[in-house]
Every structure is written in C-alpha cells, then in structure tokens.
C-alpha cells in the first residue's frame, strides 16, 4: 500500500471516530443527496467475499463539510449505497472494518456518470511487530489553565504489505510497537477528533501502541494536561526501548524552560510559531528526560464584553445555548491565554462551525482555553452543552473565571420558575416563536458564582376555547370602544386649570400606556396574533394622532400679555439624551450564530439587542420607539 493510501486510511479512520465521538469536532450529517450510486464487495486477502462486515461511506465535500452513512455487505461482499450526490469534486472514502481494524479506498464520480463500483480488500494482518520502524518523537508544550498541555507526535513506518496488529488475547508475549512512559498526573488521553487507535493501550504510567500499523508512514499523535497547583512544574518522561530523534518543543506561552537529558538547539516553527526546542539524536533503553517550567503572568488576550445563556429545561435535561461575544486586547500575542470555566458535570458539549476555526480547546477540568494570538475584531463564541436533571427542580450554578460586565440569562418560559439572588428580572423577550424570562446582571467577577434555582410548575387549567375566544372579543370591544370616545369629544371645554395641550399629553401617555398592556397579553399569550397586531397598529395611529393635534394646539396657543402674573420660572431642563444605537460593526448575541463573513449592515434595538426590519419606528421586540422614527407616518 502506497504512502498516500495509507494517509487515506488514517484520514477516514479519523473522521469514522468523529461521529460517535463529537465533544469538539461538528456532527457528521448524512451524505449529500443526488442521483448517483455507489456500489462493490468487500474481499479477504485470499480474495473470498467478506459477508456481513461494516461498510461506512464519508463524503468530504469542497467546502469542508462531512457527510456519513453506513451499511452491512451482502453473504456475496457486496453493498451498495443509493441516491447520493454524482459531483466529481466531492471526494468518497469507503471503509470496511474487520476485527477493529478499518481497510479504506479513496474514489469520486468521473463528470456525466452517475455509477461508481469500488471495491475494498482487506489486508493481511501480522501479528509481528518486528517490522516496525520507529521515527522522530516530539513533545511539544504549551500553558493551559491548569498547568501544561502537552502534545506527543511519534512517526512509525511499515515496510510490509500486511497490517501489523497484536489482539489482546496475543499480547501477553509479544512486542509492541511503541512504549512510553508517560509523567506522574498526566490526565485522560485525547487523540485528534477524538479518535483513539484501539491499540493504544495504557495501564498506569505505561503506555503501549500494539496497531494497526498500516502498510506505510503514519504518525501517532495523543495530547494530555499535567496539573500545576503553583507557578511551577515538574516531570519525567521514560522511554524503556530508547528513541531516536527526539524533540520537546516549548510554546512561546512558557518563557522559563529547562529540560535536562536533551541540548537545546535552533528554535523550530510550530503552527506558524517559534518554539525553544530541546533535541538529542538518540535516546538508549530506559532513558529518562527531566522538565521544569516556571509560569509567568501571560498578557490578556482578551475581555469578555458580553455572556448570553439561553436555557431549556426537559425531564432529563437542563440545555444550555451560550454566547459569549470577546473583544481581543491590543497585545494579545502568542503567549497570551483566556480560560472560561465551564461547569464540570457538562456534558454533549458542541461548538458552533465559527467557533471550531477558532484556537480553542476544551481542558480536561472543563474550562474552555482560548490561545492567542487573535484576529483584531470581536468574536462570537458559541456553543451548546447539557447538565443532568432529577427531580422537578435542578440548581444550576456558572463561573466564568473572567470579568463579564453583562449577563443575560433567558428562561424558556415552559412552566419553569427561576429563582436568584444574583440576577434581575427583565422585560420577557421573544425568539423564534417562543418566550423567555429574561434575567440580567452586570458587573459579574471571576471568582464569584451565579447560582439559579429552576422548579418546574405544575401546568395551569386552560380555558374552555369558547371562553378564551370571548375573553379577546370582549378585551378587543373595550380597547376600540376607548379609542373612539376621545376623539369624539375633541370639541369639548378642558376642565379648568388644564389647557388642551395638556390635555393631549395626558392621551397620548395614556394610549402609550394602553400599547405596553398589549404587549404584556401578547407575550402571555391572552392574545392571538392576528388580534394582537390590529389592536396594536390602531393604538399607535392613535397615538400619532394625538402628538399633531397636541403640536397644533401648541403652536396655536396665545403668548401671555405683558404685565400679567407669570409663575415663577424653572431651571431650563437638560436636553433629552440621544437614543443609543446599535454598534451594526458587532455580532449580534440576539442571532444563533451568525454566518462568517455574512452581511453585517443589521440594526438592533437598543433596548432589548432584537433584530429589526428595515425603516422601523417601533422594536418588534420589545415595543420600544426608536429614534428617527416618523412620527406623521
């Protein structure tokens, strides 16, 4: 098998672990629709069909998205998948699995057909590891927030035509491919998108790869933490069969580095970054290599402007959909670093697509790290997780381990009571077709907790329909019978001392008052839509009304004569401050997630952060006036 297939192999493979396994990669969706077909048997090496083995197809598309769909072969070997897209750019990996090992076939659709046969051989397995052929080992660390990340990347070669792969039941006497001995406290093993090779085996401190060592070069890479309580840590690493071309690569995020056992030589470039490298050619059997990092302050990366939950409680769960809009500092650079806290029972954790092209990982203690350097304007990091649910009520508590000078937590509104110390009740918000308890806090430190207590409600008796009906004909009756009546009487003498300007005013604010009750029934649901915006529009034509007959009556009204009594005069008032507008440069944390480099020119309400149609004179939203709007139209 060439390089490059064996390079297929791994690729597929990875992206085969991906969708079961989808903490910080994006869901695999199904493969993209069309007329073509895909089809072919799966054969041992001695060419007899492979009958009822796994058969999975991923699609890698142009624009980087995956699709996957499985299915079983035939007592023939044959499979066939159906109704899939014909595109010769889309790129098809085929993969069949025997004993935990994936055998992979790269192919795609030739323009104009829509038929493509493609068949998957199994390799011959070998138990023999002798074949193996070690390469270079780095060990590349970086600061995480609780300590070290470190990263280990060893390069191993197969210079046979079979697979290389011990069973467990054979292991007892046999020679692995690789054995390491990892430092005291390294956490959990996390390999790229979460797959791990079922040969990585780790018993303590030992750590032994046992396959599959596919036909080629291939690379196996695994990251852990090591936990640091102080501004310093300690470690050694082992290496019981020796190594050869070793290297530990220090991220600019650790100025102070000593690693005895190795010489330190050129720096190297990592990820478009200088790294301190300490290198040796050739480790012998049980070699031992020492670290000690002392940590610095690392420069702000950056703040946190604002934090959005959108919580939903159901019998099992407590969902969470957060938003966090960053503004990276001005010297944010390679060594800088921002940890947020999640809670540490989270589970179901996903990123939005923007947020995984971001420099984010999620450490082992279950806080987000975020490493710099960052692109100058603001982020939006999104991302959705689960907290478990017993009972009819959950205490949800979230510390963010930064500064958040605004805090918005939105309830669903599904019979569930909130309850805090901390935050403050809002005006109830509205998104797609659904209401919100809205929550607010300001000014939230990093090592205080947010704590809220949720109990669900037993659900109220409805109405009988013809009730509910007769409850809005009789509110709509008694709100049209008020608007008439003071236009009707627009001739009338004001009561004395009250001029017909004042009078006015007096109207208007109280038809104003009358659209903020509307609201309220519309956001509790006394009022169906259709009754809620003929109501609406007819109170603010009203109101439109009432300001030109105030103004006319204004401008109408006779100057004081000369020598009469005037009442003694007041301070002139300050002028009224002008209506904030929204900062359309920002992302908005009212939208889902908006798309990257999508259109920017939205406006938003000041009030509530709501999107807003084009030419608005009212927020949808929130029924807050905007300013500029036209009063006369």
Request: with cysteine; charged share 25%.
């Amino acid at each position: 098998m060439k390089r490059a297939h064996a390079c297929a192999v791994l690729f597929a493979t990875a992206l085969l672990s991906s969708a079961a396994f989808a903490q910080l990669a994006p869901t695999l969706d199904d493969l993209p629709a069309g007329d073509g077909s895909l089809g072919g048997r799966v054969t041992q090496a001695s060419g007899a069909p492979a009958a009822h083995v796994t058969v999975s197809l991923i699609a890698l598309q142009p624009s980087g998205s995956q699709g996957l769909r499985r299915t079983s072969s035939d007592a023939d070997g044959s499979f066939r998948f159906e109704a899939i897209a014909a595109d010769p750019s889309i790129v098809y990996f085929i993969i069949a699995e025997k004993e935990g090992v994936h055998h992979s076939q790269r192919a795609a659709f030739a323009a104009g057909d829509l038929e493509l046969n493609v068949d998957v051989q199994f390799a011959p397995h070998s138990a023999n590891t002798a074949p193996a052929q070690r390469g270079d080992s780095n060990v590349r660390l970086e600061r995480s927030c609780s300590g070290l990340r470190v990263s280990e990347t060893h390069a191993l070669a197969n210079r046979t035509r079979s697979v290389l792969f011990v069973p467990k039941d054979a292991r007892a006497d046999a020679r692995p491919i690789l054995e390491l001995e990892l430092p005291e406290g390294a956490g959990e093993l996390a390999s790229p998108l979460g797959t791990s090779p079922i040969g990585l085996v780790r018993e303590g401190r030992r750590l032994r790869f046992w396959g599959p060592l596919y036909p080629g070069e291939q690379k196996l890479q695994f990251t852990y933490s090591l936990a640091s309580e102080d501004a310093t840590l300690s470690a050694t690493w082992g290496y019981p069969t020796g190594a050869q071309g070793v290297a530990f690569l220090a991220d600019p995020s650790l100025p102070e580095v000593d690693v005895s056992g190795l010489g330190e030589g050129e720096p190297r470039e990592v990820f478009a970054r200088s790294h301190r490298a300490f290198t040796k050619d050739q480790l012998s059997a049980a070699a031992r290599v020492s670290l000690h990092v002392r940590f610095g302050d690392p420069p702000p990366l950056a703040t946190l402007r604002e934090a959005q939950l959108w919580i939903e409680l159901d019998d099992a769960a407590l969902a969470i959909d957060e938003k966090l809009a960053l503004e990276p500092t001005q010297d944010a650079g390679a060594a800088s670093l921002l940890c947020i806290a999640l809670p540490p029972d989270a589970t179901d954790l996903r990123f939005s697509q923007a947020t995984l092209s971001l420099p984010i990982v999620r450490d082992l203690s279950g806080t987000l790290e975020l490493h710099g350097p960052l692109p100058p304007e603001e982020l939006l990091i999104g991302l959705r997780y689960q907290l478990p649910v017993s009972g009819d009520g959950v205490d949800f508590e979230r510390r963010f381990g930064v500064t958040v000078p605004l805090l918005k937590v939105l309830v669903s509104d599904t019979g569930v009571l909130p309850e805090t110390t901390r935050l403050h009740r809002r005006r109830r918000a509205r998104r797609a077709e659904r209401n919100y308890l809205h929550l607010e806090a300001f000014q939230v430190e990093p090592d205080e907790t947010v704590k809220i207590r949720f109990t669900r409600l037993e659900a109220p008796q409805r109405l009988p329909q013809s009730a509910a009906v007769g409850f809005s004909v009789l509110l709509a009756g008694s709100l049209l019978a008020y608007l008439g009546g003071p236009l009707r009487s627009g001739g009338d003498t004001p009561p004395a001392g009250e001029t017909t300007t004042e009078r006015l005013t007096a109207e208007r604010e109280s038809v104003y008052a009358t659209i903020h009750d509307l609201d309220e029934d519309f956001d509790t649901g006394k009022l169906t839509a259709a009754d809620y915006t003929a109501l609406r529009e007819e109170l603010r034509a009203r109101a439109v009304r009432l300001l030109g007959a105030e103004r006319r009556a204004a401008a109408s009204t006779p100057p004081t004569p000369a020598g009469e009594h005037q009442a003694e005069s007041l301070p002139a008032a300050a002028p009224p401050a002008a209506t904030p507008t929204a900062d359309t440069s920002r992302p908005s944390l009212a939208r889902p997630y908006p798309h990257a480099g999508g259109d920017k020119t939205w406006s938003f309400c000041p009030q509530c952060g709501g999107e807003l149609p084009a030419q608005p004179r009212f927020c949808p939203h929130c029924g807050k006036r905007l300013a500029g709007a036209d009063d006369g139209a």
